[in-house]
């Protein structure tokens, strides 16, 4: 957790950085990225170097003998005149060099482009002396720093850029509770923040007591978590378990590193529109049945040259429209059996064009559509007002009946302040969701007595479950509004006679108050 004294240095040098004349979010991040990566480089340097000096091992440097001024030691404690040129002209071409050379390595895309943007020189000796006093061997603090330099986008919303909350996230991914073997994918990754969920959702649930820690942070009780019980998945988990691509290059370099801050060795980390025909071409066991989960919440909107999408995505459902695409896509990617949670506008759910209904009807009827999860409009505010949903899906199999939930509060207020609230029902469909795909006996709800039961039959509730032929007689319609039923109390009016006379009484008295105010007056 960052806290205290390190956080108001964080934030102090994002105001540096915005005053130096960076003002973009997305640029502050990446520029910090980089700096960090410099440090951690020479850090694993320093590592291999003691290892083989133990080990008797050789091992590849990261550092020609004629590159050791390159190293963070070497050139960090210079001055503003000569760190900024030495960073600019010998640091950063160094970064690009190793990236020509990584080949797969996840840092090959991330730096092959890498440019300083820092101008001022005190801004840069600022930077580098903050970066070089954090704790960047302890994969927590690195991954809390991650996040709360994230935090800074939430607001930010620059260049239509914006994060999926964090508790959402959490959420979905405890939806779909995933496993140590599954290969996991974002699409269209942005920050991956659904992936770093997914990693730390595995430590939670395979941390030993023993690999469980709790210390005290600002008087708040922080548990840390080894995830020791990974260690016979551990390559799988570090190498192949997690894979991300987009289109936008920062975005990809901040995933990269927000993936290796929070513990992830060997990210598959990609720029590439995965709705392009060369995505199959490029990367084809991830663009066909290569993936056990995938977690989206994939662009709303704009249309595309459809002249560029794969054509088989086509003829799933043949349409310009993102969103549509995208679920396709997602269904193109999965294995079959696998399973995802996207975050979608609600137009898909209920869109009247053909290929809405085309597509609504080939998840239904082609594959095992599971839930259907509506979320209030404000859960994007301050920067996108747009009401979206939550669709769970496997690919293949049947769909019997689907359950639906209809989210009214996430315990952040909906407008654009999102200040904490008391009301919260993601807790309640976590619950719910796991009651009704276990089939366990249900929960009792909030005011029913003793020993009485929750019915998912009941559409009157929040949580219900509706069968296959009554969304199939809908048309396919998937909006929550389409199968939940309102309760209607009747409201007790008063006898309009007995409201007449009060007005009248109200009247008279009144007029007589006004006489005697005209009294007054003389």
């Known amino acids: 957790m960052i806290t205290g004294e390190l956080k108001n240095r964080i934030n102090s040098l994002w105001t540096e950085f915005w005053t130096g004349g ?25 590592r291999d170097e003691r290892m083989s000096q133990v080990s008797g091992k050789s091992f590849k440097p990261r550092f020609a003998a004629n590159e050791q001024d390159c190293r963070w030691e070497g050139w960090r404690h210079l001055g503003g005149a000569e760190m900024l040129p030495h960073v600019r002209d010998r640091v950063f071409p ?36 903050m970066i070089n006093d954090l704790p960047l061997e302890r994969g927590d603090t690195k991954g809390d720093l991650y996040e709360h330099l994230l935090s800074k986008l939430t607001t930010a919303g620059i260049n239509g850029q914006f994060r999926t909350p ?20 974002d699409p269209a990754c942005g920050t991956a923040g659904f992936l770093v969920e997914s990693y730390d959702y595995l ?26 019980l990974l260690q016979e998945h551990r390559k799988h988990v570090d190498t192949d378990m997690f894979h991300a691509f987009d289109f936008d290059a ?97 137009g898909v759910l209920f869109g009247s064009s053909k290929a809405h209904a085309q597509m609504r009807k080939h998840l239904v009827e082609d594959n095992q559509l599971e839930a259907v ?21 496997s690919k293949g199999g049947k769909t019997d009946e689907v359950f639906f939930y209809d989210v009214q509060a996430d315990g952040l207020s909906l407008d654009d302040k999102r200040q904490p609230i008391k009301d919260n029902d993601l807790p309640d469909v976590l619950a719910q969701w796991q009651q009704w795909r276990d089939r366990l006996p249900p929960l009792p709800r909030a005011g029913e007595g003793p020993g009485e039961r929750a019915d998912f039959t009941d559409r009157t509730q929040k949580a219900f479950s509706v069968r296959l032929a009554d969304i199939a007689a809908q048309n396919y319609d998937l909006s929550i509004n389409r199968y939940k039923q309102q309760v209607h109390v009747a409201e007790k009016h008063d006898n309009p006679r007995d409201i007449l006379k009060r007005l009248k009484e109200l009247e008279n008295e009144i007029q007589k108050e006004l006489a005697e105010l005209e009294g007054m007056l003389g």
């Open 22 to 46: 960076i003002t973009n979010p997305l640029t502050v991040i990446e520029q910090i990225t980089f700096l960090m990566y410099a440090r951690m480089l020479d850090m694993a340097e320093r």
């Open 94 to 129: 160094h970064f690009r060099r190793l990236a020509a050379e990584a080949g797969d390595n996840p840092f090959a895309e991330f730096m092959k482009d890498a440019q300083l943007m820092v101008q001022k020189e005190q801004l840069l000796v600022k930077a580098v002396n």
């Open 166 to 185: 964090r508790h959402i996230i959490r959420m979905m991914v405890e939806l779909m509770a995933p496993q140590p073997t599954d290969r996991i994918c």
């Open 203 to 228: 430590l939670r649930k395979y941390s030993s007591a023993a690999g469980t820690h709790t210390e005290i942070v600002d008087g708040e009780p922080v548990t840390l978590y080894s995830g020791d």
């Open 250 to 346: 920062t975005m990809l370099r901040i995933a990269t590193m927000n993936l290796v801050m929070h513990g992830v060795a060997e990210p598959d980390v990609h720029y590439q529109d995965t709705l392009s025909q060369k995505f199959e071409e490029r990367y084809p066991r991830s663009a066909k049945n290569g993936f056990d989960l995938i977690l989206a919440n994939p662009p709303f909107k704009g249309s595309l040259d459809e002249q560029d999408v794969a054509p088989d995505i086509l003829r799933t459902v043949k349409t310009k429209k993102t969103e549509l695409l995208f679920v396709a896509l997602i269904l193109r990617m999965l294995k079959v059996g696998g399973r995802s949670a996207t975050i979608v506008p609600d």
């Open 373 to 393: 999860i509506s979320l209030p409009s404000g859960v994007f505010k301050p920067y996108a007002g747009v009401s979206t949903a939550i669709i769970i899906f």
